[in-house]
C-alpha cells in the first residue's frame, strides 16, 4: 500500500469517527437540554466512539459512505415540550453533520485557490485533502441518510414527530421500516460489490445510493459556489 493510499484510508476513518460521534452526542446533548438525561445517564454524552458504533450502521460507513450510529435512548415523557424535544433530538445529529460539511467546505476553497498545498506530494498534504475531502461528502451523505423517512432513521423521528402516535405511515414504518432499509443497503452492496460494471452504466438500479448521490450534489455544489463568492474565487 502506497502513501496515498494510507493517507487516504486514515483521512476516511478519521472523519468517518468524526462524522458519527459528533452526530450521536448532538442527540444526547438536545435531549438534555430539553430535559430528558437519559442518554447521558447511559454514557452517551461522550467521544469514546465506541459507545455510538451500530455494527451494520459501521459496516455500511466504512463500505457504502452513509450508514449510522447506534440510535441514542431517549424518554419523550421527560422533556419540557414533547413535540419540541422529540423534534430537536431528530434533527440535533443531521444539523451537526450539515455544519462540519460547511465548515470542512470552507477551508478547503481557499487552501485550493489561495494556497499550493495541494500540489505538493508529500503525506500530510494528501492527508489534508482527504480529511477536507471526506468532510465535506461523508457528513453530507451521513445527513441526507439519516434524513430518510425510515425507521429507524432520523427523518422517520422527524415525521412522528408531527404526527399522531398510530398514523398510518409512521405505524407502516414502526412495522416495516427496518426490513425496507436492509433491503435497500443490500441492493447496495450486492451492486457496488457484484454488480459495479452494472451499477455504472445503470445507477438507478441501485436506488439508495442513487439518490444520496444526487441529493449530496445537489446540497454541495450551490454551497461550494457561496464559499467560492465569500473568499472571492467565484
Given at each position: 500500500m502506497n502513501s496515498s493510499n494510507i493517507s487516504q484510508n486514515l483521512a476516511r476513518i478519521i472523519i468517518l469517527?468524526?462524522?458519527l460521534v459528533l452526530h450521536e452526542i448532538a442527540h444526547a446533548a438536545v435531549a438534555l437540554w430539553n430535559g430528558d438525561p437519559t442518554a447521558k445517564n447511559m454514557g452517551r454524552l461522550t467521544l469514546n466512539p465506541v459507545k455510538h458504533f451500530d455494527?451494520?450502521?459501521?459496516?455500511?460507513?466504512?463500505?457504502?459512505r452513509f450508514g449510522y450510529?447506534?440510535?441514542?435512548?431517549?424518554?419523550?415523557y421527560n422533556f419540557k415540550k414533547r413535540k419540541l424535544g422529540y423534534f430537536t433530538v431528530s434533527i440535533a445529529g443531521v444539523?451537526?453533520?450539515f455544519l462540519l460539511s460547511i465548515l470542512f467546505m470552507g477551508i478547503y476553497v481557499p487552501l485550493t485557490y489561495y494556497t499550493s498545498v495541494f500540489l505538493s506530494t508529500s503525506f500530510f498534504a494528501e492527508l489534508l485533502f482527504w480529511l477536507l475531502y471526506f468532510?465535506?461528502?461523508i457528513n453530507i451523505y451521513l445527513m441526507v441518510f439519516n434524513l430518510l423517512p425510515i425507521y429507524p432513521l432520523d427523518g422517520f423521528r422527524v415525521i412522528e414527530s408531527f404526527t399522531k402516535y398510530n398514523n398510518p405511515f409512521v405505524t407502516f414504518m414502526r412495522k416495516y421500516g427496518q426490513y425496507i432499509l436492509?433491503?435497500?443497503?443490500?441492493?447496495?452492496?450486492?451492486?457496488?460489490?457484484?454488480?459495479?460494471?452494472?451499477?455504472v452504466?445503470?445507477?438507478?438500479?441501485?436506488?439508495?445510493?442513487y439518490v444520496l448521490q444526487n441529493v449530496s450534489s445537489w446540497i454541495i455544489n450551490p454551497i461550494l459556489k457561496l464559499w467560492k463568492i465569500?473568499?472571492?474565487v467565484a
Open positions: 469517527l468524526l462524522a455494527f451494520l450502521g459501521l459496516f455500511m460507513l466504512l463500505t457504502l450510529g447506534k440510535p441514542v435512548p431517549i424518554n419523550a444539523t451537526v453533520n468532510g465535506i461528502f436492509l433491503g435497500l443497503i443490500l441492493i447496495s452492496v450486492l451492486g457496488n460489490f457484484i454488480f459495479p460494471s452494472l451499477i452504466q445503470f445507477p438507478y438500479m441501485d436506488p439508495l445510493s465569500i473568499w472571492g
